[in-house]
């Protein structure tokens, strides 16, 4: 039996509203440079920031590296956020 791929690309995007565009520029500064030093074959990302909201694209070429990828992101916009409140 073979093995045939059944997904040629999974993409997925999020979007995290924070309180005001201080904050979220903050965070959005933060999490960037993992964009540029996250890149591998098998997912890319792009991060864009509105206003107080931060949009999170990640194109993947498979469920493991997509749930890695968004597992990754939302820890380090969580940690960023938590060393806010400090």
């Known amino acids: 039996m073979s093995k045939e791929k059944i997904l040629n690309s999974i ?14 520029e903050i965070v959005y500064n933060s999490i960037k ?19 107080n909201t931060i949009t999170i694209k990640i194109f993947s070429y498979d469920v493991v590296s997509l749930r890695a990828s968004i597992n990754s992101y939302v ?6 956020t938590e060393i806010l409140k400090i």
């Open 33 to 51: 440079p993992e964009v540029s030093f996250a890149r591998n074959e098998r997912s890319t990302t792009e991060i864009e920031l509105n206003d």
């Open 11 to 24: 993409e997925t995007m999020f979007s995290i509203e924070l309180d005001n565009s201080h904050d979220a």
């Open 75 to 80: 820890r380090w916009i969580k940690l960023s």
